[in-house]
């Protein structure tokens, strides 16, 4: 029962388990079959990327009339949509479409993907960007092809006839990019595995034709017949959005990378982009220096740590409590602390323990960071990760600059 509650998902079986387990597990398998974790699992991967693809979804073709409309009006131009306009996309198609989503099945590799980071936010760095880059195009589009327009007819309601058909083509041709966050969607299955959402683009078109050439209808939303040319003009426009958003499934990555050390630049000179909700949304990721630092330094403290005090039951609110038993850390600040801690455990154990000698003072010269620590750790006996241990003394500068370099990586890191 401990161990079922300390675990992050505690598992006890229902025909053989005992009552005492049952009570303390948060999952109970009633057949005993170990083979009903894997299908949860699955199903609840599906529901988690059926829900990143609704997101994914709704927020470009959202935000894309918001920002159309902001854009017109500080341009000074006719303003793409009315009032009712904005309010028939939101209420129909977006929720038609975005709905259907959920239905979706899970992807082929949805098993062979490492474990979500608990806490990980959903709107994250890939979210944002896709929403970034949909919006764009799709606002793009509908100032461009109302502006094509204007050369062909004044008509205001024209006008926003082919920005509000534009508008619903563009969502029509990208809800198929959704329905594959990672890989291409040019593939015969995007067409016939789930005929939910060919429905609701058919249907979503057909009412668009309804409020064009019904009469009464158009004129209570403010539209006007348009003919042939503006519906494949639209339709041009809906495809340009698919195929660019396809090409940046595959480069899209590699501008990521490409970019990177503008992240970390932009994240270590703006106040903003330091903060801790700004550093779980942009992509950025540690150099392979800072990895094996913390690896060298931060494990080897946590093992002084554990050393240097007793193991208490009760833990309290002391932050070695992380270190010694990192399945208690729930979040990076406190898995931060706790490194902090251990290094200034360590670094006192080291003190009390060890008398600086004119030998290894004299031996001390200006290697690099990391070979600090490593030298630090070889001075003493320390029980290092792989077994090894190695006696000696340090100087009170080596264990000062120690804990100041863990306290700077851990800090930059999390």
Partial sequence: APALKQASVGVAMGITGTAV??????????????????????????VYDNLIKIVAFSLPTNFSQGLSITIAVFAGITTPLNTLQV????????????????????????????????GKP???????????????????SILANMEWHKHISDDVDEQRTVAMTTLVLCQCFYVYNCRYLHFSSLTPETLYTNMLLNYSVWINIALQCGLIYVPGVNDLFGLSPIGGLEWLRCAMFGAIVFFLIEIDKFLGPVV????????????????????????????????????????AVVRQSAAA?????????????????YARHPSLARSPSQQASAMIAAARTASQAIRRSAEPTASAQSQVSHPSPLAHEQQL??????????????SGSATP??????????????????
């Fill in 122 to 140: 959903l709107l994250g760095s890939f979210l944002i960007y896709r929403t970034f880059l949909a919006t764009s195009l799709i606002v793009a």
């Fill in 87 to 118: 309010l028939y996309v939101n209420m129909i198609t977006s929720v038609t479409m975005g709905v259907v989503l959920a239905l979706e099945k899970p992807e082929a590799d949805i098993m062979d993907r490492p474990p979500r980071r608990p």
């Fill in 397 to 414: 500068q080596l264990q000062h600059h120690a804990i100041g370099t863990v306290q700077e990586v851990v800090e930059d890191r999390v």
């Fill in 21 to 46: 387990a049952k009570e303390a597990a948060q999952v109970i398998l009633a057949d005993d079959n170990f083979a009903t974790i894997e299908t949860a699992v699955r199903q609840g991967r599906c």
């Fill in 377 to 390: 750790l070889q001075q003493q006996h320390i029980e290092l990760p792989f077994g090894a241990t190695a």
């Fill in 305 to 321: 740590a554990r050393e240097s005090e007793p193991l208490s039951l009760d833990h309290g609110t002391d932050p070695v409590k």
């Fill in 256 to 295: 990521i990378r490409a970019l990177q050390p503008l992240w970390v630049a932009i994240a270590h000179t703006c106040f903003a982009c330091s903060a801790p909700w700004a550093r779980r949304v942009l992509p950025m990721k540690s150099s392979g220096a800072s990895d094996e630092r913390v690896a």
